[in-house]
């Protein structure tokens, strides 16, 4: 007999609903707000490669030769497009990354939905949708140096969404499309190189041969190739293997996991990281396993390619970075992890409003006030954020030199400012949607 579907107040939907349109629209803000089209950090050396490619030709360098181990195939072909087609303004930059955020909470918030079912399919959906445009992420989409994260994002996401659906006439049709989306994943960031694990775990778990074989026969193909033109090591600091690089490579891990509010409650970053772990490996192991409907189902990938990226930052970052300072920008990364688990609980949520509508309601209305709530605080830093960096890039511009610059404009200034001064003479990259922090006057 199939069951009513749980009774969801007037009044909380539309508190929720609000609630779930103001974090939108703070996201869209942010995403001008807090934009940079300025080249600073690791955009003067795609700068330098597309010089490179005016002068000798050679697309395949350009497209393919590795920046610190990634293959930015799209990052690249967006930086072409944007100087040949829009005069080097940045705009592209901005709309591909808005986009890929957008579609990466779009998908992820249609999963959430079909996973909440009748009656509570807004509740799924926005729950899915705020976890996916949290202030801190819409950094990642509005400068130009973090849009790579994005690119291998929404790819993965897709491939493994794909890969989950349905199986029917157009399964074999899916698994390509699958494999294809996994492959532009690794073409947008090595990180992207983590889907093919997780689309092996869900190939497995759905006991697939033919999806087996081709993720073990596709994956196992691209990541030798992605090898090829390497000629450094992952991490240079791979050598020192021992137990003091081990408990930092944990250390890091945990910090990695409890993005993005670690950075927010400085000295806990083990225990959230720890927490989330701990979910993490429940959720796969215990929920994820029973025979369920496949947007249940795909949870259990989506957490797994999070992880995935943890392991892979342990390994590769592990004495590069501050073991208890994992950087905001990887947090992206954490966005399927976060629905996952979400998906997972929604069924428990569900069965809890059928039992006391009235007090879910209640904590719906307060998950709304949290919700914009939340969503204003990380607002708050990614503004903070995104103007410290434009001080510093208009600083540069100024002709001024800090030691503040050396992290965050380029390691070496004098080798950036040949480039910078090449690009305002020629008109590349020098405007801004916004006046530079502190250069307006009131009144």
Not at 32 to 54: G, N
């Amino acid at each position: 007999m199939r069951q009513p579907a749980p009774d969801l107040g007037r009044p909380a939907r539309l508190m929720f609903g609000a609630a779930l349109a103001a974090c939108l629209a703070l996201a869209a803000w942010l995403a001008w707000r807090t934009a940079i089209l300025e080249p600073y950090s690791d955009m003067f050396d795609w700068i330098q490669r597309y010089y490179r490619l005016q002068a000798d030709g050679d697309i395949g360098r350009y497209l393919w030769a590795p920046h610190n181990f990634h293959h930015l195939v799209w990052t690249f072909l967006v930086l072409d497009l944007d100087i040949r087609a829009f005069g080097a303004s940045g705009y592209i930059f901005l709309a591909v990354g808005v986009l890929c955020l957008a579609a990466t909470a779009a998908m992820l918030a249609h999963v959430a939905a079909r996973a909440a079912g009748p009656g509570l399919r807004l509740v799924g959906a926005g729950g899915a949708a705020a976890l996916s445009v949290m202030g801190c992420h819409v950094l990642d989409a509005s400068a130009d140096i973090n849009i790579t994260y994005l690119h291998a994002l929404v790819f993965a996401v897709a491939a493994i969404l794909l890969a989950e659906a349905p199986s029917g006439r157009l399964a074999r049709i899916r698994l390509v499309a699958a494999l294809a989306c996994a492959l532009a994943a690794g073409l947008g960031s090595a990180a992207g190189l983590a889907v093919w694990p997780a689309l092996l775990f869900g190939a497995l778990g759905r006991k697939d041969r033919t999806a087996t074989l081709a993720v073990l026969a596709v994956g196992g193909a691209f990541a030798l190739l992605y090898g090829v033109g390497e000629s450094a090591p992952l991490n240079p600091a791979a050598g020192t293997i021992g137990p003091h690089s081990a408990i930092e490579a944990i250390t890091l891990i945990l910090n990695y996991l409890g993005l993005p509010w670690v950075r927010g409650i400085p000295g806990t970053g083990g225990t959230i990281g720890l927490a989330m772990l701990v979910a993490s490996v429940a959720a796969v192991a215990f929920d994820a396993r029973r025979a369920a409907s496949w947007p249940l189902r795909a949870a259990a990938p989506l957490i797994l390619f999070s992880l995935a990226t943890a392991a892979m930052v342990g390994v590769a970052r592990t004495g590069v970075l501050a073991p208890d300072v994992a950087p905001m920008r990887y947090a992206i990364f954490l966005i399927p992890l976060h629905v996952g688990l979400w998906i997972l609980a929604l069924p428990h949520l569900r069965r809890a409003w059928r039992a006391r509508p009235r007090v879910m309601d209640g904590a719906l209305v307060v998950a709304s006030v949290l919700m914009v709530v939340h969503q204003g605080v990380m607002a708050v830093y990614a503004v903070r954020t995104a103007d410290a960096n434009l001080r510093v890039v208009a600083d540069f511009r100024a002709g001024k030199r800090t030691p503040a610059m050396v992290p965050t404009i380029y390691p070496d200034l004098a080798a950036a400012q040949p480039l910078s001064d090449r690009m305002r003479r020629e008109g590349l990259y020098q405007r801004e949607l916004r006046p530079d922090p502190g250069a307006q006057r009131i009144g």
